[in-house]
């Protein structure tokens, strides 16, 4: 081969190569994104918008309407009482509930794909003080784009979602969270 | 039993590291006895998997909770058959599963060249096998240790997942998987061998040509099990769901496919070499990227293993992989000169060409629509799905135009000689493709679709048909008698005439079950009837199983064809296992040659005096099955060595050749 | 240079015979494609949303085919939504407010996400030209025949064909 065919097979061979390279380089730091992330984990597109208003009838009692709750920071908890990881937080929420129920703060229960036997039964013997309400249909479920229980919104006075926690809560997290949105803590 | 795995594992990566420097110092310095030794390593590595694994295995029949994974993976009440089959329920396991496949593909390569007719890439290739081994075996040994044992082991297990101790099926369908995809590894690093060798690879095309066709094999049952599972296990009436998991499964199967088809161009005409090379890398490289899917936990699917932190390991082999295969194909390619010549695009080759193209489009469709989710929210945040309605419109028309390929190209001839003979030859099966179309249309079917699929299945179905019965009368007119015999005179061809027909009927019977099909949701009272597809279903009641493992909830429905004739009952079924917060259905089906009556369970109410059924007709899902089987034998026999004649004294007189005369009356047709 | 005239007469009538069958099968697609369907009862166009919208409890199935409770009370919101009058879109657009863009089946229109649609004709467009480059190259690289110079009579094309047939069966069953 002459120098000159061997030169342009080096040039052709160090473009192709720098392709090859180029590409691997991008095709691995593409699929490197997706690692670290739990796939599953969908961020919820309700955090910032108001909070989608229901009425819902308490287990034993008057119907529930959320947005005669404008006023006071409400943390909305969907809990079932076949949801094991439901009954690791209640400890929390009911501490939460005793803390802040004179505050202007309102821990409301929404009670998805249950009975409300079960229900009943677990609010007494979990000792919950709380209001409680059931979303027989799921349509407040639904509308709160909720994937299982539990889920946790926290609603601020003026109506507007601004956390939602996917899992069970923390006792120092939620009242942190609350703790900020009172009057007199600005 | 922790200790004796994790030293044994230990002492097969130490066994993998020799084989590979040995092969890689025997394959520089060209020493035979280098070779050789490396060559007979294959069969200790083999050796010390198949212990590791039969470790696992005892510690699993004999209740070793001091090992993490038999405490995750199985329980005291699990019946022996699903104990053993949770050697591979999980990630760590499955690996050593892995594993022992690769060791064995390692140690038929070592047999195969036992003797002294290896091509010159034999040490090469064993060096990159070996290497592959090293890697899973690093793997084994370091973020995913099946042998890891616990501080304080449980009194029982937790057992396997409710869904993976349903049903037998679990005993087949990964293994052939894995015989599937671990067998690539093989024609990889052929190829590799044959690039770092700089070698003329059409030695090298012949001896791989049969290595895939078997793999191909392999994986074609692993996927129609995969299937079947979908179908008989999980209740909800389908058979494939686009699921990330399922859609890498299938990218090998169809690169594969392609270079089955283009390796007929290397050998018959000297074209595509280096083609050829980069296939089988894709193929390896693909099914590299679909173990990185599904063991790294970055998209969500069905099939997702527990999270464990093998995706960064998977995703630098998968670099790996990229970097050499296709950086050494790039070195080769300046420096090939491209014999191929071609007088008409309407030959078997331009048809290869075709087959090619779509097969790679449907290729890259498919996998541009499963990473694409992850793209977008690597760009912008967004979370998107991309599920089956968007697979199934885009992948159609490249399917449907596959199907037109495999109904016309095998009357082409090679180099274009005899066209006009083709054209005679595509006369009835086009005339019958059109009528089952006009025929399918009148009966009232509304989808485009639907109509082309069934007459292409047909045009597929009467054109290879035709080239079959062909075969065998030629054959026959040859004075040879017997329609076995001719069968086997052509049996390459024949074979894939084969692989056609059962493509047509697995083509058919996915129309027939995508458009065709009906489904009902009712909720009955014990006693009470609904009229479904013509049939009265009519709801038994409740029967309740108490198993060690699980709770069987059995609810019988009665089934009577119009005119009160009984026609048996069906019997969908809930299980209850203690693990699981939600029941797992198991399906209960009628299946008949045209179509299935399939029955799940969704709920019960008040204790089971009131049920929730789905009801679903589907039609041609067993033609779908036998359509597998069939590809997967034509496949079988395609590789099947040839016979070769032996004479008095048992000398090897070569394989047998057709007279000239036979050949002549041939040509005259 | 390949078929007698014979042979050539045959062949005409037999691509008369398979112009008949392909103009027969596209006439037929097209009054399918074209004719109108049976407009949608409730029951189908609630079975046509939920396919379109992805079960979020589930792994890859739709709403229409998932047996999940949640799935259950979504078919049964479509329900109500449909025969209170609202449209697909509207209907879409409730779910994707409180679920997000992934409860759709298929990528949303609009965006990066959108151009997901035309990834599928791209790639076959890519192939097209791909594979029309590489047949154009072949068919333009001139034959070398260094066997011509000095070989006896030229085959027939019976002989030729003959010999060629020949030696493709020996070659399938050669060893390897």
Redesign the interface.
């Known amino acids: 081969m002459t120098a000159r065919v061997t030169g342009?097979?080096t040039r052709?061979?160090a473009t192709?190569?720098a392709?090859?390279?180029a590409?691997?380089a991008v095709?691995?730091a593409?699929?490197?994104?997706?690692?670290g992330?739990?796939?599953?984990a969908?961020?919820?597109?309700?955090v910032g918008r108001m909070a989608?208003n229901f009425t819902l009838p308490q287990l034993d009692g008057q119907p529930v309407t959320l947005s005669k709750l404008r006023g006071q920071v409400v943390v909305i908890n969907f809990w079932a009482s076949?949801?094991?990881e439901c009954q690791t937080e209640q400890a929390a929420l009911n501490q939460t509930w005793q803390q802040f129920q004179d505050s202007g703060v309102v821990v409301l229960g929404v009670n998805f794909?249950d009975s409300t036997g079960a229900a009943r039964d677990y609010v007494r013997s979990d000792s919950v003080t709380y209001p409680v309400v059931e979303d027989a249909?799921?349509?407040t479920?639904?509308?709160?784009?909720?994937?299982?229980v539990p889920e946790t919104f926290v609603v601020s006075r003026s109506g507007r979602i601004v956390s939602h926690v996917i899992g069970p809560v923390d006792t120092t997290a939620l009242s942190n969270e609350i703790s900020a949105m009172l009057p007199g803590s600005q | 039993m922790s200790q004796l795995g994790t030293y044994l594992l230990l002492f097969g990566l130490a066994v993998a590291g020799f084989g590979l420097v040995t092969a890689a110092v025997g394959a520089k310095t060209g020493r035979p006895g280098l070779v050789e030794t490396a060559r007979r390593v294959a069969f200790g590595l083999l050796a010390i998997v198949a212990a590791a694994n039969v470790t696992m295995l005892v510690a699993l029949l004999t209740n070793d909770f001091a090992l993490r994974y038999v405490a995750e993976n199985s329980a005291r009440e699990t019946p022996v058959f699903f104990k053993a089959l949770s050697l591979w329920a999980a990630d760590d396991g499955s690996l050593l599963l892995w594993n022992l496949v690769l060791a064995g593909y390692l140690a038929a390569v070592a047999i195969r060249f036992r003797r002294d007719d290896r091509p010159p890439t034999f040490p090469y290739a064993l060096g990159v096998l070996y290497a592959v081994q090293a890697f899973y075996l690093v793997l084994i040994n370091g973020p995913a240790r099946p042998f890891a044992s616990l501080a304080s082991p449980p009194a029982d297990g937790r057992g396997p997942a409710p869904l993976l101790q349903n049903h037998p099926l679990m005993a087949v369908h990964p293994p052939f998987l894995y015989l599937g995809f671990i067998g690539f590894t093989v024609p990889f690093a052929f190829g590799i061998a044959s690039l770092l060798a700089g070698q003329g690879s059409d030695q090298w095309v012949s001896l791989i040509r049969r290595w895939t066709l078997v793999v191909w094999c392999f994986l074609t049952i692993g996927l129609l099990l995969g299937a079947l599972w979908s179908y008989s296990v999980l209740g909800w009436g389908g058979y494939w769901a686009w699921d990330p998991v399922e859609n890498v499964a299938l990218l090998p199967w169809l690169m594969s496919t392609a270079f089955l088809h283009s390796v007929m161009l290397q050998e018959r005409r000297g074209m595509a070499r280096l083609w050829n090379i980069a296939l089988v890398i894709g193929a390896f490289a693909l099914m590299t990227f679909g173990t990185f899917l599904t063991r790294g936990n970055v998209l969500s699917s069905v099939h997702a293993f527990a999270q464990t932190s093998v995706g960064p390991a998977y995703l630098g082999f998968l670099a790996l992989v990229l970097l050499t295969g296709f950086g050494l194909v790039a070195w080769r390619l300046p420096t090939l000169r491209s014999p191929a010549t071609l007088t008409s695009a309407v030959s078997r080759e331009g048809a290869f060409v075709a087959n090619n193209m779509l097969l790679l489009a449907a290729t890259g469709i498919i996998l541009l629509g499963t990473v694409f989710p992850l793209i977008v929210e690597a760009v912008t945040g967004q979370q998107i799905t991309v599920g089956g309605p968007y697979f199934r419109s885009s992948i159609t028309p490249v399917f449907l135009l596959i199907l037109l390929l495999a109904g016309t190209a095998p009357l082409l001839p090679w180099r274009a000689t005899s066209r006009a003979r083709a054209l005679r030859r595509l006369r009835i099966p086009a005339a019958v493709a059109a009528a089952v179309m006009i025929a399918t249309a009148a009966a009232g079917v509304t989808s485009v679709y639907a109509v082309a699929g069934f007459g292409l299945a047909a045009l597929v179905l009467v054109t290879n048909g035709q080239e079959l019965v062909s075969g065998i009368s030629v054959g026959r007119h040859g004075g040879r008698g017997g329609a076995i015999r001719a069968l086997l005179r052509s049996r390459r061809r024949h074979a894939g005439l084969v692989v056609h027909i059962g493509l047509a009927l697995v083509a058919a019977g996915i129309t027939a079950s995508s458009t065709l099909g009906q489904q009902s949701q009712v909720t009955l009272k014990t006693g009470q009837a609904a009229v479904f597809g013509g049939q009265v279903l009519r709801y038994q009641g409740l029967r309740t199983d108490q198993q060690p493992q699980r709770i069987v909830l059995t609810a019988t429905v009665s089934v009577t064809d119009p005119g009160g004739v009984p026609a048996g009952t069906l019997a969908p079924r809930m299980n209850l296992y203690p693990a699981a917060t939600e029941p797992i259905g198991t399906p209960s089906i009628h299946r008949g040659a045209v179509w299935d009556l399939y029955a799940s369970v969704i709920s019960l109410q008040n204790d089971g005096s009131s049920a929730t059924f789905r009801f679903y007709r589907n039609p041609g899902v067993n033609w779908l099955w036998a359509g597998g089987l069939v590809m997967a034998l034509g496949g079988i026999a395609a590789a099947w060595p040839p016979r070769r004649r032996r004479d008095g004294q048992g000398r090897d007189r070569g394989a047998r050749v057709p007279s000239p005369r036979a050949e002549a009356k041939a040509g005259a047709r | 240079m390949n078929a007698l005239p014979l042979a050539r007469g045959r062949a005409g009538g037999a691509g008369l015979v398979v112009l008949a069958a392909l103009a027969a099968a596209v006439i037929t697609l097209a009054v399918v494609a074209v004719t109108g369907k049976a407009p949608a009862s409730q029951a189908q166009q609630v079975q046509q949303i939920a396919a379109g919208l992805h079960c979020p409890i589930c792994k890859d199935l739709s709403v229409a085919d998932s047996p999940a409770t949640l799935a259950q009370q979504m078919r049964q919101q479509i329900a109500q939504e449909v025969s209170a009058g609202e449209s697909p879109d509207q209907i879409r657009a409730g779910f994707v407010a409180a679920y997000g863009d992934s409860v759709l089946m298929s990528p949303p229109r609009r965006g990066l996400a959108g151009t997901a649609y035309f990834l599928p004709a791209l790639v076959l467009l890519a192939g097209l030209i791909a594979a029309g480059a590489l047949l154009r190259r072949w068919l333009r690289t001139p034959r070398a025949d260094p066997a011509a110079a000095d070989s006896g009579p030229p085959l027939s094309a019976a002989q030729r064909r003959a010999v060629a047939r020949a030696v493709a069966r020996l070659r399938e069953e050669e060893p390897g």
């Open positions: 342009r097979i052709r061979r192709l190569l392709t090859v390279a590409g691997v095709v691995v593409l699929l490197a994104t997706g690692l992330r739990d796939p599953s969908v961020a919820s597109p309700l989608p076949w949801c094991t794909e249909a799921s349509h479920a639904l509308s709160y784009g909720l994937r299982g």
